[in-house]
């Protein structure tokens, strides 16, 4: 409800795991965002919690294991490369 103009462009990721936060929401937002001719790049990565944060393991919440999700990590990356696009 809150998408509309002055909307910046927006970079989305999430798990599909994701227990406390439902996967849905970003995909809301990005269909939202979609309606609206707002640019957005969504990566929607099928394992890992809430909180993942880089998904390593110096980043892992307390050691957490199920934070450590090596398809997750990429995002940084996937961010830094859709940011110098630009679009």
């Known amino acids: ?3 509309g ?3 910046p462009r927006t970079f989305l990721w999430h798990t599909a795991e994701d ?3 439902p996967v849905q929401n970003s995909l809301l937002l990005a269909q939202a965002l979609a309606d609206h001719g707002i640019g ?3 990566h929607v990565f099928p394992h890992g919690k809430h909180g993942a944060s ?3 393991a110096l980043t892992a919440f307390k050691g957490c294991a199920e934070h450590i999700q090596p398809q997750v990590q990429g995002w ?3 961010f830094a ?3 110098r696009d630009g679009r």
């Open 40 to 42: 957005f790049s969504l």
């Open 81 to 83: 490369s859709w940011e």
């Open 19 to 21: 227990a406390s936060v």
């Open 5 to 7: 103009e002055g909307f």
């Open 76 to 78: 940084p990356e996937q």
């Open 54 to 56: 880089l998904a390593t």
């Open 1 to 3: 409800n809150m998408v």
